[in-house]
């Protein structure tokens, strides 16, 4: 069994309360585990306006393919959300668990 774990840290540049982010994260997510049915939360960053930390986890037979999972998810988040700001993310492949 493979993990496939990644981390992304998104700029919200509109966001302008707790309330916008929670809308923005609320959104995001729901779209991101409909479309690749992987699991999606909000892991840091909880009292800043302006960034969305998410962690996204898949689980595959094959590590290539749960790169592509997560990889696939970084660039569904920068093509739907053009109003959000990639600043970084993370991905890691833990296999044999």
């Avoid at 982010?21 to 009292?47: A, G, P």
Wanted: overall charge negative.
């Amino acid at each position: 069994m493979h993990l496939g774990v990644c981390r992304v840290i998104l700029h919200l540049p509109d966001s302008t309360s707790l309330k916008d982010k929670r809308r923005v994260s609320r959104s995001l997510t729901t779209r991101i585990r409909n479309t690749f049915n992987v699991s999606v939360s909000e892991i840091q960053d909880h009292d800043l306006w302006q960034r969305l930390t998410l962690g996204i986890c898949c689980v595959s037979n094959d590590p290539a393919h749960a790169n592509a999972m997560v990889s696939n998810v970084v660039e569904f988040i920068e093509d739907s959300r053009r109003d959000l700001e990639l600043f970084d993310y993370q991905i890691e492949i833990i296999s044999g668990v």
